[in-house]
């Protein structure tokens, strides 16, 4: 069984924050007639949630929040959560009327809000927007840590080949655009590096013998998209002819 799979079936510890008795069965009653695995903590001040996060440490997966709390607000509770560093999807919970509301809440980072019409019907929303909330937050997290990681990689890449006999380059496949080119290439042909950052700068110094070959073979794979390794001659500024081999991965 995959890990994914693992996390979808094992219960959601939820954490509810709601002073109203008669709202938190309502909540726990909409939880348990839905197909939603979960164990339910509740708190009726926002206070007490927070002792339980930060010092108790109560294992939570989500949490669930009235807007209207004694003591402090639930976007209030929210901000002291980022304050802590507590990274747990949110969902707000406010009044029939409270439109605007909702949105300064979404503003300030809140996942999702439901509004407690009079009729109830948004208890029977609870349990799908749980589940969607609680996807979406991870698959967002899970692409920021391999955001994180790519630029962590690229970075000691740099760091590697600025120390490194060549010249390591990155461009844009369909416009051959440089976006990085090693300082190597500034000591190796004697351009600015600035220069060969220009628009066609690179193959304008590409040997006239080799120009149309390299330009075929670059635009080729340009839309293949395979690896290749090229050998030809460019013109450094002083005259001289330096021999250069691409390896394009």
Request: proline share 4%; charged share 30%.
């Amino acid at each position: 069984m995959t890990k994914k799979r693992e996390e979808e079936l094992k219960p959601l510890h939820i954490m509810l924050v709601e002073d109203s008795e008669h709202d938190i069965l309502a909540f726990e009653r909409a939880c348990r007639k839905s197909d939603l695995q979960c164990t339910i903590v509740s708190c009726q001040r926002a206070e007490h949630a927070l002792e339980e996060l930060t010092e108790t440490r109560v294992p939570t997966d989500l949490i669930v929040s009235d807007y209207n709390l004694p003591g402090m607000t639930g976007i209030d509770f929210f901000q002291q959560l980022e304050a802590r560093s507590i990274d747990v999807p949110f969902i707000m919970l406010t009044g029939t009327g409270s439109e605007p509301l909702a949105v300064r809440a979404l503003k300030s980072g809140v996942d999702d809000y439901l509004i407690k019409d009079p009729y109830r019907g948004y208890l029977d929303l609870i349990p799908v927007v749980i589940h969607e909330v609680y996807r979406t937050f991870h698959g967002r997290r899970a692409r920021r840590r391999a955001e994180e990681a790519l630029r962590t990689s690229e970075e000691r890449f740099r760091s590697l080949a600025g120390l490194a006999q060549l010249i390591p380059w990155e461009a844009e496949m369909d416009s051959w655009k440089p976006v990085y080119i090693g300082s190597q290439a500034e000591e190796i042909l004697g351009f600015p590096l600035e220069q060969l950052y220009e628009e066609g700068a690179w193959s304008s110094h590409v040997h006239e013998a080799d120009r149309e070959r390299f330009a075929r073979t670059t635009s080729e794979h340009a839309t293949t998209r395979t690896p290749y390794e090229l050998e030809y001659r460019m013109v450094a500024a002083d005259g001289g002819i330096v021999w250069l081999r691409d390896i394009v991965s």
